[in-house]
C-alpha cells in the first residue's frame, strides 16, 4: 500500500444484521513500526510489514489486515543492502551524522559496483516515499577497499534502545554519475580547504593561516601555519556554529618531532580561545593536555590527555562534548575523558596557536563538526537483496 492519510472505517451491525450509527469506534494498529492509526481511523503507514488494523465499539471488534510494501526507488539501481541505525542508552536528534561501513571491494570484483564508487546512493523509506540522501566517502577511507566508509545523515530521530532500518545503500548501476554528496546536508560543519580560501572561517587579525597545496590530507589543498613564536592565533566556524552536543574533527600533520609546539583544538568556544578542547603541548609532560579556557583563564584537566600523536604523518584528532563531558580521540580511539564540564553550555568550533617552532609547520585538513550523543549510534548493512 505504502500510502499516508488512509480513512479507515467500521461498518457496525446488530445481531439480526442490522447497521447501527452514532456509536464510538476506537482503533488500534497491531505493529505501530508497520502502521499507525488515529482516534478517527486515519491510518498512516511507517514501515514495510503487516499489521492488523482493529476496530472495537462496544466490546465488540473487528480486524483487517494491512500489508506495506515498497515501490521501487529507481529502476537502473539493480542492488541493495538494507542499513540498520541502533540506539543504545542514548537516542539521536533528527539529522544526525552517521557512518557506514560496506567491503565495496567485493562488490566490484563481483561486477556489482562501479570502482569509483558513482553508483554508492543512500536513501530513506519514509513509509510512503523515497528520499535520497547525500553520502560522502570518509576522508579516512576509500573507495574499492573491504572497509570503505562512507557518511550520510538520519531523517527523524531515533529513541534510545531502538532502531530505524529504514535507510539503504543502492548500487549496481553501471551509468550512474554524479552522486549528491554535499557535505552540507550531511554535517554542521565541513572545510576540506579545496575552495583554495578562508571563506568558511574567522580567523584572529594576528594569525598567519593559509590555505595551500604543499601537503594536503585528500584532494589539493590544505591548512597551513608556519613557524612562529609566542603569538595567539585563533580560527573558528563562520557562521559561528552555537552548538553543545558536538564533535568535532580534524586531521593534523606536523613536520618535526621538535618539542616546541603548542596548538590546539577546541569544541563550545566562546572567543578568546575560552572552551574546552585539546592542546599538544610538547613540553613536559608532552602529548595531548586536555584543557578548559573560561574568562581567559586556563585549567588544565588531563595532562596528558593522549601521548602526542607521532609526527611525519596525519594523524586524527576528535575533540567531543556530550552533556557535561568532554572526550579526546586520536585515530579514531577514545583517549581520555572529563566530566563536570558546566561552564560553558555551548559555543563554536575552531583551532589556537600559541607557538609553531622555528623550521616547522602546523597542517589541518578535512574538517568536521557534526551532532554528538555517547554512546553513538552503530549502523550495519544487511544481506544484498534485490532492488524491488
Avoid at 585539546?278 to 613540553?283: C, G
Avoid at 563531558?325 to 558546566?342: D, H, K, P, R
Avoid at 568536521?368 to 549502523?379: D, F, G, I, L
Amino acid at each position: 500500500l505504502g500510502t499516508v492519510g488512509d480513512q479507515a472505517t467500521a461498518v457496525l451491525k446488530d445481531a439480526s444484521g442490522n447497521v447501527l450509527v452514532g456509536r464510538m469506534v476506537t482503533w488500534q494498529s497491531s505493529s505501530i513500526t508497520v502502521a499507525t492509526v488515529s482516534a478517527s481511523g486515519v491510518i498512516t503507514t511507517v514501515g514495510v510489514g503487516t499489521s492488523t488494523i482493529t476496530a472495537t465499539s462496544e466490546g465488540q471488534s473487528g480486524g483487517a489486515l494491512l500489508t506495506v510494501t515498497q515501490s521501487t526507488w529507481n529502476a537502473a539501481w539493480h542492488l541493495r543492502q538494507q542499513i540498520t541505525v541502533t540506539t543504545t542508552t542514548a537516542g539521536t536528534p533528527a539529522g544526525y551524522s552517521v557512518a557506514v561501513q560496506l567491503d565495496h571491494a567485493s562488490l566490484v570484483t563481483a561486477g556489482k559496483a562501479l570502482a569509483s564508487g558513482n553508483d554508492v546512493r543512500v536513501v530513506y523509506w519514509t513509509g510512503s516515499s523515497w528520499v535520497e540522501l547525500d553520502r560522502v566517502l570518509d576522508p579516512g577511507s576509500a573507495w574499492n577497499t573491504a572497509t570503505t566508509t562512507i557518511w550520510f545523515m538520519t531523517v527523524p530521530a531515533i529513541t534510545a534502545s531502538s532502531v530505524d532500518n529504514n535507510y539503504y545503500v543502492y548500487y549496481s548501476n553501471p551509468a550512474a554519475t554524479n552522486p549528491p554528496a554535499n557535505k552540507s546536508n550531511i554535517f554542521l560543519f565541513a572545510d576540506d580547504f579545496e575552495s583554495g580560501n578562508l571563506n568558511q572561517w574567522t580567523p584572529g587579525p594576528l594569525g598567519l593561516f593559509t590555505v595551500d597545496n604543499s601537503r594536503p590530507h585528500s584532494g589539493t589543498f590544505s591548512l597551513k601555519y608556519p613557524a612562529e613564536s609566542s603569538a595567539v592565533a585563533t580560527l573558528v566556524a563562520n557562521p559561528a556554529l552555537n552548538v553543545d552536543n558536538v564533535y568535532f574533527d580534524a586531521w593534523w600533520y606536523r613536520d618535526t618531532p621538535s618539542t616546541g609546539y603548542d596548538i590546539a583544538q577546541a569544541v563550545r568556544e566562546t572567543g578568546g580561545l575560552n572552551g574546552y578542547g585539546t592542546r599538544l603541548y610538547l613540553l613536559p609532560p608532552f602529548g595531548l593536555t586536555v584543557e578548559k579556557s573560561v574568562a581567559g583563564i586556563p585549567t588544565t584537566v588531563a595532562a596528558p590527555g593522549a601521548a602526542a600523536p607521532a609526527a611525519g604523518t596525519w594523524n586524527r584528532v576528535g575533540t567531543a562534548m556530550f552533556g557535561s563531558t568532554f572526550y579526546l580521540f586520536v585515530n579514531g580511539t577514545l583517549q581520555t575523558t572529563a566530566s563536570g564540564q558546566t561552564e560553558l553550555p555551548s559555543g563554536n568550533v575552531g583551532f589556537g596557536k600559541i607557538i609553531v617552532p622555528p623550521g616547522a609547520s602546523w597542517w589541518l585538513d578535512d574538517v568536521v563538526a557534526r551532532k554528538y550523543v555517547n554512546p553513538e549510534p552503530t549502523s550495519a548493512p544487511g544481506a544484498e537483496e534485490n532492488a524491488p
